[in-house]
């Protein structure tokens, strides 16, 4: 039998690295997921497949690659420490292996990392025959993700475990937003893959250089997220899309904005986006289009031309599942 798990992806449609300063961030769980499943092995490895061409064994505090190039068990590594968190709690010594699927682009800034590490964490713990709680869930998760970059705010993995729409802010938790208005989205993927932790600690560096500065800004930035909110739930279009716009001015001046996406936000607003922005870490990854009404066509073609890959989403209410499978 295999235990198995399905997380679904991310964008932050307001926010990002200010919610690690203690803000809000405005965050919407999209149709795109990880499924993570688990069964029993005889001995005590992990054994991680990924659907990306990517497996190795993990034993006896030693690595083996089986398929992969050199960066593999960065990738791997955050997996194996999700499953074993679970087991170090519940004092589980057994081996597992670990089937991989994603059809969420990796290291682009749409949470495959987190969505990974909540569902091994869901199958984990349903494989070994504990119940988690959707907060136990999340919480077990946050140990991968502090491995991967070192100060997460922990939005990530709340939005996989909770998925729908939350405002998230690390001292507060979450707050489901409910019965809102259908947003209508297109993502643009640069095609770069980039480091959240060394971007993270980045801002980090300006802000402690700059504190004077970045500081009010940060604040801002909250009250901008705040104002955001309130627009999406009073179905203000025209209103959300310049908060999205102001928060990328915001994330240029914080340093994470490349031309590629500049290029991208650019193409998406001459061709009638509301609003853009850059989701998620930058430095790469995705910025994300708000469209008015019968125009994500327009703005995906736009998109297309600037040099990106245009994705269509939608938001999903569901977050984690968990099932059997034989
Ligand atoms: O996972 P990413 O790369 O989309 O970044 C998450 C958002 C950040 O605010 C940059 C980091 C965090 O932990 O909140």
Same mark, same amino acid.
């Given at each position: ?46 054994r991680l497949v990924s659907d990306l061409g990517i497996s190795g064994i993990f034993e006896n505090e030693k690595f083996r690659l089986e398929n992969g190039g050199n960066d593999s068990k960065i990738f791997l590594e955050p997996v194996r ?68 970059? &070192?100060?997460?705010?922990? !939005?990530?993995? @709340? $939005?996989?475990?909770? #998925? *729908?729409?939350? =405002? ?125 009404? &019968?125009?994500?066509?327009? !703005?995906?073609? @736009? $998109?297309?031309?600037? #040099? *990106?890959?245009? =994705?269509?989403?939608?938001k999903v209410e569901t977050g984690i599942q968990t099932w059997m499978e034989k």
């Amino acid at each position: 039998m295999k235990a198995c798990s399905s997380a679904p992806g991310k964008v932050i449609l307001l926010g990002e690295h200010f919610v690690v300063f203690g803000q809000p961030a405005l965050v919407i769980a999209i149709n795109r997921q990880v499924t993570v499943k688990v069964s029993k092995r005889k001995d005590k490895a992990l054994r991680l497949v990924s659907d990306l061409g990517i497996s190795g064994i993990f034993e006896n505090e030693k690595f083996r690659l089986e398929n992969g190039g050199n960066d593999s068990k960065i990738f791997l590594e955050p997996v194996r420490i999700a499953a074993q968190t679970v087991l170090d709690k519940f004092e589980v010594s057994q081996g597992f292996d670990i089937e991989i699927y994603s059809n969420i682009p990796a290291a682009a800034g749409l949470g495959s990392s987190s969505a990974i590490s909540v569902a091994t964490v869901a199958s984990i713990g349903k494989i070994i025959d504990v119940t988690l709680s959707q907060k136990e869930i999340c919480d077990l998760s946050l140990v991968s993700e502090r491995f991967v970059h &070192g100060n997460p705010s922990g !939005v990530d993995p @709340a $939005i996989a475990t909770y #998925g *729908g729409a939350i =405002l998230y802010q690390q001292r507060e938790g979450i707050k489901r937003l409910q019965d809102l208005p259908t947003l209508s989205l297109v993502i643009g993927y640069t095609g770069l893959t980039r480091n959240t932790g060394d971007l993270v600690g980045a801002v980090r560096g300006r802000q402690i250089r700059l504190p004077t500065i970045i500081d009010p800004l940060i604040e801002l930035a909250g009250k901008l997220t705040l104002n955001a909110v309130k627009a999406l739930q009073d179905g203000d279009f025209h209103k959300l899309g310049e908060c999205m716009d102001v928060n990328h001015g915001f994330l240029v001046a914080i340093g994470v904005s490349i031309i590629a996406l500049d290029k991208l936000v650019d193409a998406a607003k001459r061709a009638g986006a509301l609003g853009a922005k850059l989701t998620g870490a930058g430095g790469g990854g995705c910025m994300i289009a708000l469209c008015a009404q &019968g125009t994500q066509e327009d !703005v995906a073609n @736009a $998109i297309d031309k600037a #040099g *990106g890959t245009p =994705l269509l989403v939608e938001k999903v209410e569901t977050g984690i599942q968990t099932w059997m499978e034989k």
